[in-house]
C-alpha cells in the first residue's frame, strides 16, 4: 500500500469562503479520485484527477464548485468553493497504485472533515 | 447504473459472538471491495476480493461472481470491530468504484 497524506485534517469554515484541501502520496500512482462523505452516509464520488488535464466530474458535481488539480502523480487539491453549510462533509482522496500492484484496488486518505457555518 | 445493497444496515453483538455481512450487486464486476471504517473516519482496506475467498486472521470473505454477492465474516468480535463496514464494486477499466450504504456494526463488551 502507498501513505497518503491529507491536509488540513479538519476545519470550521464560514459560508461563502473556500478551502482547498491537499493530497499527498509517498510514490507514484496511476489514478487519484476525490469522494465526499455526508454526516451518516455513504460516500459519493465527486471526480477523478486527471495528471496534466482537467479532471473528469461524476454526475451532479461541476468544476466551479470543486476544481480540482494534479500537477504530477504523487499530489492533488481539491478545492471547495463558495461553501454553504451543506457542504459539510467528510472529503477523502483515494488513489489506485502503479503497475506491479494489484490492478485497481484502492486506498484512502485519513479525511478532511469540514464544518461550514 | 450498477446498484450495490449491504444487509443489514445495523447490527449490534456481544463481544466474542460472530457476524455475517452481506454485499449484493446488481452486474459484474470486476473490483469488490471490503473496508471499515473506524469511528475517527479512517477507511481501512480489509480485502480486495472480486472473485473467491480470502482470509485474514479473525475476518474472512468470500464473493460470488456470478451470483453478485459476496459476504464478509467476523468471527470472535472484539469493541475494536466497532464501525462502519463498506462494500465497493468497481465495473469499468477507469477503475472507479460504488459504494454500499453500509453495515454500521456496534460490539458490546
Known amino acids: 500500500s502507498a501513505v497518503i497524506s491529507q491536509k488540513p485534517s479538519r476545519d470550521i469554515c464560514q459560508r461563502g469562503t473556500s478551502l482547498t484541501i491537499q493530497c499527498q502520496v509517498d510514490s507514484q500512482v496511476t489514478m487519484m479520485f476525490w469522494y465526499r462523505q455526508q454526516p451518516g452516509q455513504s460516500l459519493t464520488l465527486i471526480a477523478t484527477?486527471?495528471?496534466?488535464?482537467?479532471?473528469?466530474?461524476e454526475s451532479g458535481f461541476v468544476i466551479d464548485k470543486f476544481p480540482i488539480s494534479r500537477p504530477n502523480l504523487t499530489f492533488s487539491t481539491l478545492t471547495v468553493s463558495n461553501m454553504s453549510p451543506e457542504d459539510s462533509s467528510i472529503y477523502l482522496c483515494?488513489?489506485?497504485?502503479?503497475?506491479?500492484?494489484?490492478?485497481?484496488?484502492?486506498?484512502f486518505g485519513p479525511g478532511t472533515r469540514l464544518t461550514v457555518l | 447504473g450498477i446498484q450495490v445493497e449491504q444487509s443489514p444496515p445495523d447490527l449490534i453483538l456481544q463481544e466474542g459472538a460472530n457476524s455475517t455481512l452481506r454485499c449484493n450487486f446488481s452486474?459484474?464486476?470486476?473490483?469488490l471491495q471490503w473496508f471499515h471504517q473506524n469511528p475517527w473516519g479512517q477507511l481501512i482496506n480489509l480485502f480486495y476480493i472480486p472473485s473467491g475467498t480470502k482470509q485474514n486472521g479473525r475476518l474472512s470473505a468470500t464473493t460470488v461472481a456470478t451470483e453478485r454477492y459476496s459476504l464478509l465474516y467476523i468471527s470472535s468480535s472484539q469493541t475494536t470491530d466497532s464501525g462502519v463496514y463498506f462494500c465497493a464494486v468497481g465495473y469499468s477499466s477507469a477503475s472507479k468504484i460504488i459504494f454500499g450504504s453500509g453495515t454500521r456494526l456496534s460490539i458490546r463488551p
Open positions: 483515494s488513489v489506485v497504485l502503479s503497475s506491479g500492484r494489484i490492478y485497481n484496488e484502492q486506498f
Open positions: 452486474d459484474s464486476v470486476n473490483n
Open positions: 484527477a486527471n495528471q496534466g488535464s482537467e479532471a473528469t466530474y
